[in-house]
């Protein structure tokens, strides 16, 4: 894990492929360090995330973003994104992305000039 520090965030950039988010709380313990050091923004890579993340029936993607939202924490995912087939995992993806708290982007420079904005 990397920290990038700029004027408007503090992101910590995950990028080993060894990190395996299962879950809210295996990404809650994947973070905590890094919240301590005053991250409030963070990378991941889509294959971070198990296939179940993409499959929105399971509520996995909907519990682990509305728990990095409770505790106001913003998160991109990034990857290849553009030959998802499902039409409720499209919507929500670009949901996302419209708004300030969660996005899913193609590259580690989108995600950082993302996650730099900040809310006015």
């Known amino acids: 894990m990397k920290i990038i ?34 991250c409030t923004d ?14 929105l029936k399971t ?11 409770n505790y106001r924490l913003r998160l991109a995912i990034v990857g290849d994104f553009t030959s998802v087939n499902s039409n409720s995992l499209r919507a929500f993806i670009a949901e996302s992305n419209r708004g300030t708290q969660n996005f899913f982007v193609a590259t ?4 950082i000039k993302k996650l730099s904005r900040r809310a006015d």
């Open 59 to 69: 509520g996995l993607a909907g519990e682990i973003l509305q728990k990095m939202t």
């Open 108 to 111: 580690e420079e989108e995600a």
């Open 5 to 38: 520090e700029n004027e408007n965030a503090k992101i910590g950039v995950y990028d080993a492929q060894d990190v395996a988010i299962s879950n809210a709380q295996a990404l809650l313990d994947s973070i905590s360090d890094s919240v301590y050091e005053g």
């Open 42 to 55: 963070f990378i991941f890579r889509k294959e971070h995330f198990p296939e179940e993340f993409y499959d």
